[in-house]
């Protein structure tokens, strides 16, 4: 996929449109919904507090074993074939689905796998009780664009950097977000959010 046209005007323009200052959007500081791909980040965050460490691990193990489970049902169901991986990064179970035949689970932009990932917490959840902070790829299309964009956040820190001018992008989801404002810190430069989902998108800001 071609990274230059994934990005509508929005994300190619050097300018914020004239009809928006800057300057009066409603920001969030750090932009804490994107600390994470999960929105909701502080409130799954203080599920946990409170437990050991090796608790924790059980309970992200455990989350890993029944998204495993509940993906292999619907691969079954639509008779696609695949590989699971079960792992925990930090404090997040993560389930990864390999196969030759999966793009139908990937989607336009991962659309798809968005969806699936939803469906594959709420499943946990049921089960656990707490709210699940899984990440699910399929393919490897998370790892794939993961690179992507964090190669288009050095590219607009860049930008703005010799510009001086803030930049825009389109609208993204929040573990897009993420990987943007990190590309964009190592930069040295100032990044947040505005507007709400699924409209919400990434501004570039030059350094103070």
Known sequence: MDLEDEFDDDATDTDIDDSEDVEDVDYVEEDDDDED???????????????????DLNLLEQEGEIAADYIEGLLDIADLDGDIDMDVEGDRAV??????????????????????????????????????????????????????????GRSVAAEVSRTGEPKKLAPM?????????????????????????????????PAS
């Open 37 to 55: 791909e999960d929105e909701d980040d502080d409130e799954a965050e203080g599920d946990a507090e409170g437990g050991d460490p090796e608790a």
């Open 95 to 152: 389930v990864s689905v390999v196969g030759a035949t999966l793009d139908e689970l990937v989607g336009e932009d991962g659309e798809v796998l968005e969806a699936l990932q939803e469906l594959t917490r709420l499943a946990v959840h049921r089960q656990t009780g707490v709210r699940a902070r899984l990440m699910l790829d399929v393919g490897g299309f998370r790892a794939r664009r993961r690179s992507q964009l964090a190669d288009l």
């Open 173 to 205: 989801s929040p573990f897009e977000r993420k990987i943007i404002h990190d590309a964009v810190a190592v930069a040295g430069l100032r990044s947040e959010s505005e507007g709400e989902e699924p409209n919400r998108r990434v501004v570039v800001f």
